[in-house]
């Protein structure tokens, strides 16, 4: 069995993070199939049996760059901060995605704080959760054609 990935802002966050990764066309999975590889303080659950592995679309660097920003920012367990950890959940694409830089400065402006249980930074993300997700996904930041 495998461990789920300890996500440790908001399931919102997540959600967040699966819409980005979406929207760039990193993976083609639905938010079930995502979620269920995820686990936090506020949907907590131990050990289960995690279906087939996410398709990623783009390479090995660049799933542990990804995985090294969510660590450093303090959204993922320290063990998930390297792309050896990630790939118990995802699998590569025999045509990976060209990735832009844009991804990277999508990231950054959709994490721009760190997170964790005591954190005062935590309140960034409780005030930002009353905005819409559709206002935070489309601005102009977050679109790749742009």
């Not at 398709?55 to 050896?84: C, M, R, V």
Request: proline share 2%.
């Amino acid at each position: 069995m495998n461990r789920k990935i300890y996500w440790y802002c908001f399931k919102r966050q997540c959600r967040e993070f699966y819409e980005l990764l979406a929207l760039y066309k990193l993976i083609s999975c639905n938010l079930e199939e995502f979620m269920s590889h995820f686990t936090g303080k506020k949907f907590y659950d131990d050990e289960i049996r995690i279906g087939a592995k996410l398709l990623w679309y783009g390479d090995e660097k660049f799933l542990n760059e990804t995985a090294l920003y969510l660590e450093e920012k303090g959204f993922i367990d320290k063990e998930f901060g390297s792309s050896k950890a990630m790939e118990k959940h995802f699998k590569y694409s025999d045509k990976p995605t060209v990735i832009s830089k844009k991804f990277h400065e999508s990231l950054k402006a959709l994490f721009p704080e760190t997170t964790g249980y005591r954190c005062k930074t935590r309140l960034y993300y409780k005030e930002r959760n009353k905005k819409s997700i559709d206002i935070l996904m489309w601005c102009r930041d977050f679109r790749p054609d742009k």
